[in-house]
T-cell receptor, first 110, second 117 residues
Framework: GQSLEQPSEVTAVEGAIVQINCTYQ??????LSWYQQHDGGAPTFLSY????GLEETGRFSSFLSRSDSYGYLLLQELQMKDSASYFC???????????FGKGTMLLVSP | GAVVSQHPSWVICKSGTSVKIECRSL??????MFWYRQFPKQSLMLMAT?????????EQGVEKDKFLINHASLTLSTLTVTSAHPEDSSFYIC?????????????FGEGSRLTVL
């Protein structure tokens, strides 16, 4: 099975930088994904790391360290619209399924 | 990008009735779709993996006779909640993977919020 740990809530102000950490314990780990979900909406894909290192996509970056079973999502130049829940999710190579963490609620204030 | 459509978005039903939720991949073929359930302020819990032309694979603790899944074509999977009860009230979300995209990228439907009275 797989379990992922991430902080339940993070607060920040507009323009700031926030890092959301995710640690995982898995069997058959294949890669780590990040999803954003606004209240009442569907999750949307942000990034995926199969290899160690940093992936950058605009204001968002994601990092993975397989040796540490650890990853993070970095959000830069925060905007109010970034207030949402962010989920890390581990890909299971055996079943090709994604197991989601409990989610981190990000609150961005003016 | 790939689009997954889910219907209905909202459904209210009486206890004991059955409800069918449809999930369609609009611009790609999905041999595999996934059904998740999400309670308020909680994570997405995988219920089952829907496989086109074969039986679904259910996660531990999910009753296959209560949550019937049919994946009759490469673009449509359905979830039927049978004999629904108030505790089945939840947000049900389907997702699919476009094989031409990254392995870790799932496309989600808009979700179906079920309320059982």
């Amino acid at each position: 099975g797989q379990s992922l740990e991430q902080p339940s809530e993070v607060t920040a102000v507009e323009g700031a930088i926030v890092q959301i950490n995710c640690t995982y314990q898995t069997s058959g780990f294949y890669g780590l994904s990040w999803y954003q979900q606004h209240d009442g909406g569907a999750p949307t894909f942000l990034s995926y790391n199969a290899l160690d290192g940093l992936e950058e996509t605009g204001r968002f970056s994601s990092f993975l360290s397989r040796s540490d079973s650890y990853g993070y999502l970095l959000l830069q130049e925060l905007q109010m619209k970034d207030s949402a829940s962010y989920f890390c999710a581990a890909m299971n190579s055996g079943y090709s399924t994604l197991t989601f963490g409990k989610g981190t609620m990000l609150l961005v204030s003016p | 990008g790939a689009v997954v459509s889910q219907h209905p978005s909202w459904v209210i039903c009486k206890s004991g009735t059955s409800v069918k939720i449809e999930c369609r991949s609009l611009d790609f073929q999905a041999t595999t779709m996934f059904w998740y359930r999400q309670f308020p302020k909680q994570s997405l819990m995988l219920m089952a993996t829907s496989n086109e032309g074969s039986k679904a694979t259910y996660e531990q603790g999910v009753e296959k006779d209560k949550f019937l899944i049919n994946h009759a074509s490469l673009t449509l999977s359905t979830l039927t909640v049978t004999s629904a009860h108030p505790e089945d009230s939840s947000f049900y979300i389907c997702s699919a993977r476009d094989l031409e995209r990254e392995a870790g990228e799932l496309f989600f439907g808009e979700g179906s919020r079920l309320t059982v009275l």
